[in-house]
C-alpha cells in the first residue's frame, strides 16, 4: 500500500529536480544572473530567511551588483550599489517608477492608497497628499509649530524619569505618531491613552511582522499563508485592526465635517470626495482614503522614532559628538525653542542627522519597485512588471562612496571650513519618483526632536562607552538598534 506513494513523490521529486537542473525560466532568458529556482518556492533555499541581508551580499559577491531572486514563483531583480541604484530610480526614474509586490499589504489594502498602489491612482494620491501636507498646513497652524509643541511634551514626559535610567523606545514613538495624529485626525493623545496606545500597538505589530523572517516567507508563500493558521495572522491582524481604527475615525469626520473649513487630512479628503461625488471615475473614495491614511502612518511612525532612537544610542557611545552638538544649541539657539530655520546655521548637527540617517539603514532592502515597461539595463533585459528591490543598505553603506562606512562619523558631511556637505549616496528615503513623500516631514522631525531633547538634557548610560554596540538587532528586512536604555540628566 506504501509503494504507490513512494513511487509518486520520487517521480515529483524527480520532475522538480530536473526542472530546477534547466535553469532560469524560459520566459526570463535576458534577466540578470542568479541562483537557480526551485519551482513554486523559488530561491528559499539559497535565501535564508533570517538572515536575508548575509544571503543577499553572498549572491551579490558571487554574480555582481545585479542579480535575480526568486521569493516563489516570481523574480526580483536586486540592484546593489550606488551607481546601479543611481542609474535605475533617477537616470531612468519613470521605467523605474512602479510599485512592486507588498503582498501583506495588498491583502489588506487591495492596491489602495499611496504606497501599494500604480498608475495614476499612485499619481493623484500621491500628489493629493504632498500637496495637503505642504499647502493646507495641517488647520491653522504650521506642521513646524505641532512637532515643536509635541517637543515639549516629549520633554516633560522625560523628565519624570527624574534621571534614572528607562528605554526610550515607547517615549520616541509616541512622540513620532502623535505627529501623524495631529496631521491625520487634528489631534494629539496624551501617551496614556488607551486609544493611542491600541494605535501604537498595531503599528508596531504590523512592522515587526513585516521585518520578521515570517514576513518575508509571507512574501514567498502568500497565497496558501493567508488562510493558514501561525504567526503570520497575528500581522495580517494589526493591519486589519488599524484599518478598523481609521475607519471610525473617518465615520466620526464625516458625522462633524464642515466643508468650508476643513481640520486635517481626513476632512480634506471627504472635501475632495464630495467635490468629486458625480464622477464615477474618481479616485477619491473610502478605500482609498482609508489607504492613503495606513500610509502616512507607517511612513511617519516607527521610521522616524527608530532613526532617533539608533542616534541617540550613538551619543552615548559617542559623548563628545553630544557635547558638539550642544554647544552649537547654546550658541545658535540658547534657551528658546528651536526652529526649522536654525538648521542652517547648525552644520555640525546637520551633519550628525545626516550620518545618523546613513548609519542607522533602518530600510536596508528599500520599497520594492518595478518596471512599467521593457527596459534594457546595464546589457539585460527587464521586462515589464518586473519586481525590482534597490538595495539601499549597499548605497548607504558603499565603500566607494562612504570610505569606512562601518564607522559613525558626522565628520564625513563636513567640509574643510566645517560647511555641510551635500552627498548625493545619501538616499535613505530612496530616489526618483517613489522616493518616500514624508521626507521634509521627517528631517524635521529628527532636528527638532534632537535638538528639543539635548537643549534640555544630557544623555548619559552606565554602560561603558566600550560596550556600546552600535550593530544592528537582528532583523530580517529592517535594521533596529539593539535594546538598551539611557539616562537623561537636566542641563539647567
Known amino acids: ?5 513512494a513511487v509518486l513523490l520520487i517521480v515529483l ?8 537542473l534547466k535553469g532560469k525560466p524560459k520566459n526570463h532568458p535576458h534577466l540578470p544572473p542568479g541562483p537557480r529556482p526551485f519551482p513554486v518556492i523559488g530561491n528559499i533555499l539559497q535565501v535564508n530567511p533570517r538572515e536575508l541581508l548575509l544571503s543577499l551580499e553572498q549572491l551579490r559577491e558571487k554574480h555582481g551588483p545585479i542579480f535575480t531572486v526568486y521569493l516563489g514563483s516570481q523574480p526580483i531583480v536586486m540592484l546593489c550599489g550606488y551607481d546601479v541604484v543611481k542609474e535605475a530610480l533617477i537616470d531612468n526614474k ?15 489594502l487591495k492596491g489602495y492608497g499611496i504606497t501599494n498602489s500604480n498608475g ?32 515639549q511634551f516629549l520633554v516633560e514626559n522625560v523628565r519624570k524619569t527624574e534621571g534614572k535610567q528607562f528605554d526610550p523606545t515607547f517615549i520616541l514613538s509616541s512622540a513620532v505618531s502623535n505627529i501623524i495624529c495631529s496631521i491625520v485626525f487634528g489631534k494629539r493623545f496624551n501617551y496614556t491613552d488607551e486609544h493611542f496606545l491600541s494605535l501604537l500597538k498595531n503599528i508596531n505589530g504590523a512592522l515587526k511582522f513585516m521585518t520578521s523572517a515570517w514576513g518575508l516567507i509571507f512574501y514567498y508563500l502568500q497565497g496558501p499563508l493567508r488562510y493558514i493558521p501561525g504567526p503570520h495572522q497575528k500581522g495580517i491582524q494589526h493591519l486589519i485592526n488599524l484599518k478598523a481604527f481609521i475607519q471610525d475615525s473617518i ?8 466643508p468650508n473649513s476643513p481640520r ?10 464630495q467635490e468629486d461625488k458625480q464622477n464615477p471615475a474618481s479616485e477619491f473614495h473610502n478605500e482609498n482614503l482609508i489607504g492613503s491614511t495606513m500610509n502616512l502612518f507607517f511612513a511617519g511612525t516607527e521610521t522616524t522614532s527608530t532613526i532617533l532612537r539608533y542616534g541617540f544610542l ?10 558638539k552638538i550642544q554647544d552649537e544649541i547654546d550658541h545658535v539657539i540658547g534657551d528658546r525653542p528651536p526652529s526649522a530655520e536654525d538648521r542652517t546655521k547648525m552644520p555640525y548637527t546637520e551633519a550628525v542627522i545626516c550620518e545618523i540617517q546613513r548609519f542607522s539603514d533602518i530600510v536596508p532592502t528599500g520599497v520594492p519597485r518595478s518596471t512599467i515597461e521593457d527596459v534594457s539595463f546595464r546589457g539585460y533585459t527587464i521586462p515589464k512588471g518586473t519586481d525590482v528591490m534597490p538595495l539601499l543598505t549597499t548605497v548607504l553603506k558603499d565603500h566607494e562612496q562612504f570610505p569606512q562606512p562601518e564607522l559613525f562619523s558626522p565628520d564625513r558631511f563636513l567640509d574643510d571650513n566645517g560647511a555641510v556637505k551635500k552627498h548625493a549616496a545619501l538616499l535613505p528615503f530612496s530616489a526618483g519618483r517613489r522616493m518616500c513623500p514624508g521626507e521634509g516631514l521627517a528631517r524635521m522631525e529628527l532636528f527638532l526632536f534632537l535638538t528639543t531633547l539635548l537643549q534640555k538634557f544630557t544623555l548619559t548610560t552606565v554602560v561603558p562607552t566600550d560596550d556600546i554596540d552600535l550593530r544592528p538587532e ?19
Open 264 to 273: 486635517h487630512f481626513i476632512d480634506c479628503f471627504l472635501v475632495k470626495m
Open 251 to 258: 465615520d466620526e469626520s464625516v458625522n462633524t465635517l464642515n
Open 13 to 20: 521529486l524527480c520532475l522538480v529536480w530536473t526542472i530546477w
Open 1 to 5: 500500500m506504501l509503494l504507490v506513494p
Open 120 to 151: 495614476e491612482r499612485w499619481k493623484e494620491m500621491r500628489r493629493f497628499a504632498l500637496a495637503t501636507l505642504r499647502n493646507f498646513g495641517m488647520g491653522k497652524r504650521s506642521i513646524e509649530e505641532r512637532i515643536q509643541e509635541e517637543a
Open 474 to 492: 537582528f532583523s530580517s528586512t529592517g535594521h533596529l538598534p539593539r535594546h538598551y536604555k539611557m539616562s537623561a540628566v537636566p542641563r539647567h
Open 314 to 323: 550613538a551619543l552615548l557611545k559617542y559623548p563628545h559628538i553630544q557635547a
Open 94 to 108: 519613470d521605467v523605474f517608477s512602479g510599485r512592486g509586490r507588498m503582498p501583506l499589504s495588498e491583502f489588506v
